[in-house]
Structures are given as structure tokens and as C-alpha cells.
């Protein structure tokens, strides 16, 4: 089992939808959560990162985090072409390094 | 620009060449990363350091790859003798020590070894 599981769609939604994508992952002890956002052929880009459980909102983005369940969440509001791109959860594991999601591929249809 | 730079950006190179990235980090980030991310794959977790000292180093990382950072500032990361299966995007990062949680990445270096 890998320790961040992640659907790597496509999800296909249109223009103006709400945009929920998820991560789920194996440990616990785990405390930060991040996700990025990379456009075809581009490095990763940070959204939002989250400690321990909880939400953030940062514009039209919403990251939650539900420890008891280990699954983090990314709603995207009023949702845009612009936001086509693939989105990469990952957690910072005890020894501060990252793991990663293998990333979801979203597709705002105009 | 004050983000994360990498040269080249792109690299076709024969198998069995040796190759070298180059990464500038963002200029106060202490903390540097190196990561490989293939098609349809987060990115894989190479090596980093702290200032200059290399703190971490992947036990999948083959021999033939090793990466410096002399000063701390840019570092540089070498395959020798490429394979195939090199082919990859190398991903450089960057972060404050305080902060690995929220490390910002260049634009990547897409390696084909041919």
C-alpha cells in the first residue's frame, strides 16, 4: 500500500462547478498536508498547506484536512478552464520530507 | 524573477553520456531538493540539503547519481553513464528550514536519454 493514494482520474467537470479532489494516507503521525497544482510540462506549484485536521480557505480554494479518517480533501469553488492542470496532494513525514500523491489530472470544460 | 531556476530546461543526450542540472534556489532558502517525477507520478524524492551539507540521499539513488552544493547557494546534480530509464523531469525545490512543508519548485529539467 503506498502511504498517499490518490485517484488519477481525469475528472471532467464543467466551467462554474465545485471541484472536490482527494488523498487518502497510511500514517497517522503525519501533521502537514499540502497541495500543489502543476500545469503540463511545469514544476509543481504550491495551493495551500494545512497542520493537523481542520480547513483553510484561500480564495476560491478550500483544503481540509479529516485525521480521523486520513483523507484530505481540495474543494475547488466557481471553478475555472484556467484550474485544468494536475493536482498533487503530499503529507511531510517525521523526517521532514514529502510524500506524494501521484497526482489527479482536472479538466474545467468551457 | 526571484523563484527557483534550472538550466537546462530540456536535455537529449546518448546513453551512456554523463549529464549536469544546474538549480539556483530562491536566494534566503537554506534547504534545497532534488526530485525526479515521471509521467503520471508525484515527484520521487532524490536528495537535500541543508545549506551545504548533503543531509539526505534516497536508498534508490544509484551510484551514478550525486549532486553538490558547494556554497551553499546553487547545487548541481550529475548522472553518469545514462540509461534509458533515466528519462525523466528532475525537480529542483526550495524551503526555509523552518518551513519543508512549504517548498517552492523551479520549472524542471526534462532529460531524455535516448
Known amino acids: 500500500q503506498k502511504e498517499v493514494e490518490q485517484d488519477p482520474g481525469p475528472l471532467s467537470v464543467p466551467e462554474g462547478a465545485i471541484v472536490s479532489l482527494n488523498c487518502t494516507y497510511s500514517?497517522?503521525?503525519?501533521?502537514?498536508f499540502m497541495w500543489y497544482r502543476q500545469y503540463s510540462r511545469k514544476g509543481p506549484e504550491l495551493l495551500m498547506y494545512?497542520?493537523s485536521s481542520g480547513n483553510k480557505e484561500d480564495g476560491r480554494f478550500t483544503a481540509q484536512v479529516d485525521k480521523s479518517s486520513k483523507y484530505i480533501s481540495l474543494f475547488i469553488r466557481d471553478s475555472q478552464p484556467s484550474d485544468s492542470a494536475t493536482y498533487l496532494c503530499?503529507?511531510?513525514?517525521?523526517?521532514?520530507?514529502?510524500?506524494w500523491g501521484a497526482g489527479t489530472k482536472l479538466i474545467i470544460k468551457p | 524573477d526571484t523563484g527557483v531556476s534550472q538550466n537546462p530546461r530540456h536535455k537529449i543526450t546518448k546513453r551512456g553520456q554523463n549529464v549536469t542540472f544546474r538549480c539556483d534556489p530562491i536566494s534566503e532558502h537554506n534547504r534545497l531538493y532534488w526530485y525526479r517525477q515521471t509521467l503520471g507520478q508525484g515527484p520521487e524524492f532524490l536528495t537535500y540539503f541543508q545549506n551545504e551539507a548533503q543531509l539526505e540521499k534516497s536508498r534508490l539513488l544509484s551510484d551514478r547519481f550525486s549532486a553538490e552544493r558547494p556554497k551553499g547557494s546553487f547545487s548541481t546534480l550529475e548522472i553518469q553513464r545514462t540509461e534509458q530509464g533515466d528519462s525523466a523531469m528532475y525537480l529542483c525545490?526550495?524551503?526555509?528550514?523552518?518551513?519543508?512543508?512549504?517548498?517552492?519548485f523551479g520549472p524542471g529539467t526534462r532529460l531524455l536519454v535516448l
Open positions: 525545490a526550495s524551503s526555509l528550514s523552518s518551513g519543508a512543508e512549504t517548498q517552492y
Open positions: 494545512t497542520y
Open positions: 503530499s503529507v511531510e513525514d517525521s523526517n521532514y520530507q514529502l510524500i
Open positions: 500514517n497517522s503521525a503525519f501533521q502537514y
